[in-house]
């Protein structure tokens, strides 16, 4: 039952409106191995870093069951780099650094030892490199789902399309799936990117919570209601490694199982964006996370008599 | 049980990226009436009108159970007249035209045959003419529920803070909660509110939903992915009038059965949005209400069990 998690490892630098770091821990495979251990052990991870990439930030992904066999240490490279800025909203920042570093270079092999997977999470990366990673599994996986964002679509629109006629759940945000469809409206733009080859769609809208799409079914799970968003960075990729986690333990790959694993996706994402980074993900219990589940319930549970 | 509901019955004119309308039937208290009327009746009208407010209008109104005895003809003025054009989000429109007219001396008096009605219902009004409302009321009913905006935040500040405390909830928008309040975050902003005397807030999101604060609960009701959002105009009324409607007919101020209510409301404001002005209230059966709260039910009801 173990679950594949390609994508970057990284550091970046966040400014928002509560604070400012130096370079941090992120990359989106890092995120979604925080995030999906909590429910599903080993994640098997395929990623690059340079060495700058902590020996300490390793054991601690080992400890959580991560496997890092697939990650591969470049010695006289630096690691990938983002250095961005939010605006108030929180919804919409600016990027102030791209440094790809050893990322210029990645081209995943996927180890032997993965080979069997039951399921395959493609982290935000240029497509042909998701579309390989999928092509060396000798055994397709239950389920695979990728992200991906506008950038690929401006810049490698036919890889695109051709990955995701191979993908089963494609991730994107609201402003992703409407570049990509070309349409306004969400349910528009899903019935238009499920003819291009997935057969889940999920929406994220950040504080305006997620949308799961299938044939004519929709499904809607809110955000919670935050105090502050402290740090959105990685959210995404948070909601990602709580919703493959869950997929994986209960190996369950239907339309109501995904439901549930879109709640437990928004709960580790609410707790991920509370401080700098992956902090949070690092601190939080089964017995928190518990409770935070249960706050959703509470969020968008009614009672409805039809008389 | 009966409903009183306070507002404007006027004309609006109407563009957005799917059309455009001369002169159509509007005000907050039209929309209110046709949605709350399906719940419950009489409602009881509170408005004003010119020489040009259509007598079939009057009667269509009167034959869903509305009374107009609180309803001033005014036989030597227009009506209010408000024309206005959507941008593409439909979330954010200009105002071309507002026409006072007869809402210049609008003067509710409340008709002795209304008194003693369990709710009230103040639509978008000068805080002074709320309050005024409030206080012609002998006894003071089990529930007042108030919408505003921020014009009136900008130019009687005072009087809205007056208005707000006598009332039981507000209803607001996502910006004009965050004027009010003078926070960004809307869970700061529900909290700083509800100490201005409202013990009940909802905040309306358009098609992001609407959340219903009290004390340290919330809850979250979502909006019904569309494929077009053809008129949002009422939308926000008719939400009101769902609501009212079902908290009249079931005379429950539990915060449970508000829960309740703005499923209902959001399910009538998903009609409201489907074609110019009242036109889709005026047209929908009961079972069409009852499968459109279904699909609520469905959008969002999701299966947890922690272990």
Redesign the interface.
């Known amino acids: 039952m173990s679950l594949i998690a390609v994508g970057t490892m990284a550091f970046d630098a966040i400014e928002t409106p509560f604070g400012k770091t130096d370079r941090i821990i992120g990359g989106s495979a890092t995120y979604v191995a925080y995030a999906a251990s909590n429910f599903v052990q080993p994640i098997q991870q395929v990623s690059i870093v340079g060495y700058d990439f902590p020996e300490e930030e390793m054991n601690d992904l080992k400890k959580r069951g991560v496997e890092l066999e697939g990650v591969e240490v470049v010695k006289d490279k630096k690691s990938f780099f983002w250095s961005g800025r939010y605006h ?2 929180m919804n919409s920042r600016d990027t102030l650094v791209t440094d790809l570093n050893v990322l210029a270079d990645f081209n995943p092999v996927i180890p032997e030892s993965y080979q069997g997977a039951e399921f395959l999470m493609l982290g935000n990366l240029a497509p042909a490199i998701q579309k390989s990673v999928i092509q060396q599994m000798k055994t397709r996986p239950k389920l695979v789902v990728m992200d991906t964002m506008n950038f690929w679509m401006e810049i490698a629109m036919p890889e695109l399309e051709e990955t995701l006629k191979l993908v089963d759940v494609l991730m994107v945000n609201d402003s992703e799936a409407r570049q990509l469809s070309g349409q ?5 733009a899903a019935k238009q990117i499920m003819k291009m080859g997935p057969k889940y769609l999920i929406i994220k ?1 950040g504080e ?2 997620a ?1 799961l799409f299938h044939e004519n ?6 955000a919670l ?5 402290f740090d959105p960075t990685g959210a995404g990729d948070t909601f990602a490694g709580g919703f493959m986690g869950h997929i994986a333990k209960t190996k369950d790959i239907s339309f ?1 199982n995904m ?2 694993a ?2 437990i996706g928004s709960a580790l994402a609410s707790f991920c964006v509370e401080k700098f980074g992956p902090t949070r993900l690092k601190e939080i219990t089964k017995e928190q996370i ?1 409770a935070r ?2 706050q ?9 008599k ?1 008389v």
């Open positions: 108030l909203d306004f409206s969400l349910v528009k809208k305006h919570g949308l079914e929709v499904f809607f799970a809110p209601p935050l105090e502050d968003v109501e439901k549930t879109i709640i518990d589940i249960q959703f319930v509470d969020l968008v549970n009614f009672d409805i039809l």
